[in-house]
Structure formats: structure tokens, C-alpha cells
């Protein structure tokens, strides 16, 4: 018996070998999950704690995923690598100064929904919404900053995905799609069609937002 365990582990450790990047991988969940096994609901709010509990429940849930989905051998890295980096964004969703969250709370975020989007749409809410409370441009990312500059020095009520992808100066539209995701989340646009937005003026976070 002892010999075929040696036997088992030494497969183990080939087949690591030859899957350099899983085993990067699987040293970064061991790393995820000490960080998100120390997350704790801290918030007095009633609201705030449940929102911080569903997004610590996000985050262990996918490092679950992908202990579950790591035990396949055939597995492709790419599935793995998206439940680490969702685990990782997922709990720097926390990661917020006290007035940004004090912030939150009264202009009623639900920054939970994030746990089901994009890495970039992640990222995007956290420096928003600090921009927004502590009424700082700089801590907005560029792209927000360009498009912030465009929505408060023009008249527009309405962008399409095109305009978008040129105020952020890029080369695709991916990144206008998830703006006008982000935007319809927050209420601050409303789909006019398929690939044009209209803002919501009287939208509170839209006035926070032209207004640093």
C-alpha cells in the first residue's frame, strides 16, 4: 500500500510539473483562501452586513469552485484561472475606506450585484464610488475620467457604444459595453436600443459624479 501511495504522488507531482501554470494556481487559492477565511462582517449598518456577508459568501464560493473544478485533470487553465480571479475581486469589493462606504449606505448601493460581473466592472464600481465620495477626480480610473469630463462639458443626453469606445480611447468596444452596463446598473442610463444609452439626470449618482 505504501508503495502505490508513493506511486500516486509521484503522478501527482509529473503532472504538476507539466502544468506549471495550474500549480501557480493552486499555490494562489492556498494564499486566497487564508486572506478570505480572515474576512469579517464589520459594518454597523444592518444593510452594509448583509451586503458584506453575500460578498464574503461570493468569494468563498469561488474558491470552492475551483477546488471542485481543479480535482479534473482535463480541465483548462483558463476555467480555473477565472474562479481565483473572481474569488479575488469579489473580496477587494471590501476593501473601501469608511467614508466610501458611508457613502454607499446612504446613496443605497447595492455593491453585492458586483459579485456577478466582470473583473472590470469590479474594478470600476470601487474607484467610482470612492471618486464619488471623497469628490476626487483622481481616483477615477482614465476611462472614467475621459467620459466624466465628456458628460459634464457637453449638452449630450444620449451616447452611443461608438462614442463611448472614443471618449475612453480604445480600440475595441468591449470596454464601452461594460460602461453601459455599469451605468444602466447604477441607474444612471437607460437603454434607448441595442447600442445607445440615455443618462438619468436626476439620478443622485450622476450629479455625484459630473460634480467632482
Do not use: W
Request: net charge positive; glycine share 0%; with cysteine.
Amino acid at each position: 500500500m505504501k508503495n502505490i501511495a508513493k506511486t500516486i504522488e509521484a503522478a501527482k507531482s509529473i503532472v504538476s510539473a507539466m502544468n506549471p501554470k495550474k500549480e501557480y494556481l493552486k499555490e494562489e487559492s492556498a494564499k486566497l483562501n487564508e486572506s478570505v477565511a480572515t474576512l469579517k462582517v464589520k459594518s454597523k449598518n444592518e444593510n452594509h452586513r448583509e451586503t458584506e456577508q453575500r460578498i464574503i459568501e461570493a468569494s468563498k464560493q469561488r474558491l470552492e469552485n475551483y477546488a471542485h473544478k481543479s480535482e479534473k485533470q482535463e480541465i483548462d487553465y483558463r476555467d480555473l484561472s477565472v474562479e481565483i480571479t473572481h474569488a479575488k475581486y469579489n473580496a477587494a469589493l471590501l476593501e473601501l475606506d469608511a467614508k466610501t462606504v458611508q457613502y454607499i449606505i446612504r446613496r443605497e448601493v447595492d455593491l453585492a450585484s458586483a459579485v456577478n460581473k466582470s473583473r472590470e466592472y469590479k474594478k470600476r464600481i470601487k474607484c467610482f464610488l470612492t471618486a464619488c465620495a471623497h469628490k476626487d477626480a483622481s481616483k477615477l480610473d482614465k476611462a472614467l475620467n475621459a467620459l466624466q469630463t465628456s458628460m459634464k462639458t457637453n449638452s449630450k443626453t444620449t451616447y452611443s457604444k461608438a462614442d463611448i469606445q472614443r471618449i475612453m480611447d480604445h480600440k475595441t468596444a468591449t470596454q464601452a459595453g461594460y460602461f453601459c452596463t455599469f451605468g444602466k446598473e447604477l441607474k444612471m442610463l437607460s437603454a434607448l436600443d441595442k447600442d445607445t444609452v440615455q443618462i438619468n439626470k436626476e439620478s443622485d449618482l450622476y450629479k455625484d459624479f459630473i460634480a467632482i
